[in-house]
């Protein structure tokens, strides 16, 4: 009977084990596949009030390297991060709160990843695609200020206000005396202007700010 009993047991145990696999492994999966960006919402399945702990059993701790980068902008100190999908096409990095670990920043610094809104933005896109995808020219902030170069998001109808999409010119096109002052231009430029056209801009960084 003792023996009846403890094999019982032991196949129960199993039997919860394979029924637990099979309804969190999905889930898991999809988790991990989702590429998706929400404007001020989500940045895949990471939402506002993630943490390290969520981050790692979303995409497995194999895929996560944790350690100290630098944001995106020049006027931000380095910072711990769980670098996601580290080294590949797909790489993020989730930049951590000092406490608790928390979920404070994403950013996108990658070509050919598969990071990008439903609408198609993602970077590496160029201006007339995303004219095309906006419905038509948007401000853009001169490079010659703190953070230039990047959509214009006091303007109401700017793309995605929600996040920080920032523009590089492509390499081997310096531009002449006339682009430079445009492009470097305190007020800013549009994005439909010869210059920009000329400079090459495509998108460089998506970082979404989880506190905007």
Not at 138 to 165: C, H, M, Q, W, Y
Not at 176 to 205: C, I, M, P, Q, Y
Request: glycine share 10%; hydrophobic share 40%; net charge positive.
């Amino acid at each position: 009977m003792r023996v009846h009993a403890s094999l019982s047991r032991r196949l129960t145990l199993i039997a919860a084990a394979l029924a637990l696999a099979c309804f969190s492994s999905p889930a898991a999966a999809a988790d991990k596949d989702n590429f998706v960006i929400v404007p001020g919402k989500s940045f895949g399945p990471i939402k506002k009030g993630a943490t390290l702990a969520q981050l790692e059993r979303m995409y497995g701790k194999a895929n996560i390297r944790v350690r100290t980068e630098q944001p995106p902008h020049a006027d931000f100190q380095k910072q711990r991060a769980a670098v996601i999908f580290p080294g590949t096409p797909n790489e993020a990095m989730a930049f951590l709160s000092e406490r608790g670990n928390r979920v404070e920043s994403v950013v996108v610094q990658k070509r050919g990843g598969k990071w990008r809104t439903k609408e198609g933005l993602h970077v590496g896109m160029g201006l007339a695609e995303m004219e095309r995808v906006h419905g038509g020219p948007f401000a853009i902030t001169g490079f010659g200020r703190d953070g230039g170069g990047a959509v214009n998001s006091s303007v109401k109808t700017a793309p995605a206000r929600e996040l920080f999409i920032r523009f590089t010119p492509a390499s081997g096109r310096p531009p002449g005396a006339a682009d430079e002052a445009v492009l470097n231009s305190e007020k800013g430029f549009r994005s439909d202007h010869a210059a920009a056209r000329r400079a090459g801009l495509t998108v460089s960084v998506i970082w979404w700010d989880l506190a905007r």
